[in-house]
């Protein structure tokens, strides 16, 4: 069985982005952030971008 981190990453690189949303919706994780942070720190080249809704930080996006 893949682990979340496995699961996010197979996702990525398949093109796909994804968000808090999709993270809890597809693979049952609520730490989305941590995951990426794990993914980073492995090597892996993942990219975000914040999403703001007037001045308030909504949540963010990752690709690769």
Do not use: T
């Amino acid at each position: 069985m893949e682990s979340q981190r496995e699961q996010i990453l197979r996702y990525l690189k398949e093109g796909n982005v994804i968000d808090p949303m999709v993270a809890l919706q597809k693979f049952q994780s609520y730490r989305l952030g941590a995951r990426n942070y794990e993914l980073r720190a492995e090597g892996h080249d993942i990219k975000s971008e914040v999403v703001f809704r007037g001045k308030r930080k909504i949540y963010a996006r990752y690709w690769m």
